[in-house]
């Protein structure tokens, strides 16, 4: 891939449509056909593809999280292989009538990592998403999985 600015700038763009569960039409644009997702986290044991992964999300914000928000702290991009990490804070508060209890009223700030592999277009091509699953759902109050 030649252009450096232009995949930092689309996967930028990918990272807050997806987070903000604006759903696939806002993200697809960014997005390699079939891009592989991967987490090892069981919220996400069947989603196996960006677009599932965005999807997902979008439907679990505005089932459970009302009100939530991400918080990137620090982006870097590693310029041999293109691969872009960003490191953020989500804060989310279960307040919807979906999960797997009553809305407790919680919120959970939880620490998670994304990496983020282009393809030769600029798109992304992976997604690799590393989070603390027990421990968010710990301060949600829910039990673990």
């Not at 953020?88 to 700030?109: E, L, N, Q, R, Y």
């Not at 592999?117 to 600029?122: A, F, H, L, R, T």
């Amino acid at each position: 891939m030649n252009n450096m600015t232009t995949w930092f700038e689309n996967a930028t763009k990918f990272f807050h449509q997806c987070e903000s569960a604006k759903g696939w039409e806002s993200c697809k644009q960014y997005v390699a056909d079939d891009a592989e997702f991967i987490c090892q986290s069981g919220t996400y044991a069947d989603v196996h593809t960006v677009e599932g992964y965005v999807s997902k999300i979008a439907e679990v914000y505005y089932a459970i999280f009302r009100e939530g928000t991400d918080y990137v702290l620090e982006d870097v991009t590693h310029n041999e292989k293109g691969t872009i990490a960003f490191f953020g804070t989500s804060i989310i508060k279960h307040t919807g009538p979906d999960g797997p209890v009553a809305p407790t009223g919680k919120v959970a700030k939880s620490h998670f990592a994304y990496f983020l592999s282009p393809d030769e277009n600029g798109k992304v091509a992976r997604m690799i998403k590393v989070y603390d699953e027990a421990q968010t759902r710990s301060q949600l109050g829910w039990p673990a999985k």
